[in-house]
Every structure is written in structure tokens, then in C-alpha cells.
């Protein structure tokens, strides 16, 4: 069983900068890959970006890359993302999630944290 926190979520201004945290409890969670998802209002959850349980793999949506960064520190037991020139199509909640081996089907993922939003203003 992994517990999932998110943090960071906020307001900002289009190209402005936000970075979020997803902190995990249990002793496995360096094994596990995470991954980051986004639902906005009255739409699907998509993948935003993941890494590996190493922190050596990621795979980020096409979307978001040049712009966010996924990262791990694995003695902290906490995955971050970096989120640079946000634009307003951004704005949704932000949900991390693991399992295994990543991939970017939501369905895939047993453990979800609750959630942080963040709002983009144009």
C-alpha cells in the first residue's frame, strides 16, 4: 500500500512557474514508478509526464515538453514537477499516481493521490 500527497498547486499568471510535489509513504515507493496525470473541468484524465523507478526513464506528454520537468528524490520519498511557462490550457487538477512500470493509461495506475489544482490566468 503507497499513501500519495500532492502540493504546490496554485494560482499563477500565463508564463509563470509552479512546482509540485507528490510526498509517499511506504518503504517500496523506490520501486515504483510515478507518474503524473491532469483532469480538467468536464474533461478525461491525461497523462502529463512520468519517470522511472530509478529516476533514468521518463516520458512526457507532447503537450507539456520543453516546459515541465518530472524528477524523484527516492531518500525523500517525493516526485516533483517542475512546471515552467504555463499557459492557461494548463489549468486542472493534478493528480499523482504509481505502479509498477509507467505507462500513460490512467486505469493502469492502483494509487492516486487526491489531488491539486492549478489555475492558469490569461
Known amino acids: 500500500q503507497v499513501q500519495l500527497v500532492e502540493s504546490g498547486g496554485g494560482l499563477v499568471q500565463a508564463g509563470g512557474s509552479l512546482r509540485l510535489s507528490c510526498a509517499a509513504s511506504g518503504r517500496t515507493f523506490s520501486s515504483y514508478a510515478v507518474a503524473w496525470f491532469r483532469q480538467a473541468a468536464g474533461k478525461e484524465r491525461d497523462f502529463v509526464a512520468a519517470?522511472?523507478?530509478?529516476?533514468?526513464?521518463?516520458s512526457y506528454a507532447d503537450s507539456v515538453k520543453g516546459r515541465f520537468t518530472i524528477s524523484r528524490d527516492n531518500a525523500k520519498n517525493t516526485v516533483y514537477l517542475q512546471m515552467n511557462s504555463l499557459e492557461p490550457e494548463d489549468t486542472a487538477v493534478y493528480y499523482c499516481?504509481?505502479?509498477?512500470?509507467?505507462?500513460?493509461?490512467?486505469?493502469?495506475?492502483?494509487?492516486w493521490g487526491q489531488g491539486t489544482q492549478v489555475t492558469v490566468s490569461s
Open positions: 499516481a504509481v505502479r509498477t512500470n509507467y505507462n500513460n493509461s490512467p486505469a493502469d495506475y492502483p494509487y
Open positions: 519517470i522511472s523507478w530509478s529516476g533514468i526513464g521518463s
